[in-house]
């Protein structure tokens, strides 16, 4: 079993930035590399980006890049996702979950509930 606890999530204007966090159990954290999913209603979740276990390198999908940035605290078990610039077509319920590698979007575990991100025009 995977422990994920995601939040931050709000309702901001174009524009704006937020930042959500995920809290991961000890053994979870310690072992995997971490990722952020996104699923709006009506579609897939889709793979926003992850951060390798050291938190040496990250990795993003393209729609994401400039705007979006993941960084871990292994003292604290969490990760973190700070969005910039949001737009509407980024409004989605944010998942996280562990990964076996950056660039392998896999999910481990179970999914959390998650943390609504709302976007206004």
């Known amino acids: 079993q995977v422990q994920l606890v995601e939040s931050g999530g709000g309702l901001v204007k174009s524009g704006g930035s937020l930042r959500l966090s995920c809290a991961a159990s000890r053994r979870t954290f310690s072992t995997y590399a971490m990722g952020w999913f996104r699923q709006a209603p009506g579609k897939e979740r889709e793979f926003v980006g992850a951060i390798s276990r050291s938190g040496g390198s990250t990795y993003y999908a393209d729609s994401m890049k400039g705007r979006f940035t993941i960084s871990r605290d292994n003292a604290k078990n969490t990760v973190d996702l700070q969005m910039n610039s949001l737009k509407p077509e980024d409004t989605a319920v944010y998942y996280c979950?562990?990964?076996?590698?950056?660039?392998?979007?896999?999910?481990?575990?179970?999914w959390g509930q998650g943390t609504q991100v709302t976007v206004s025009s």
């Open positions: 979950n562990a990964v076996f590698a950056i660039s392998m979007a896999t999910p481990l575990g179970s």
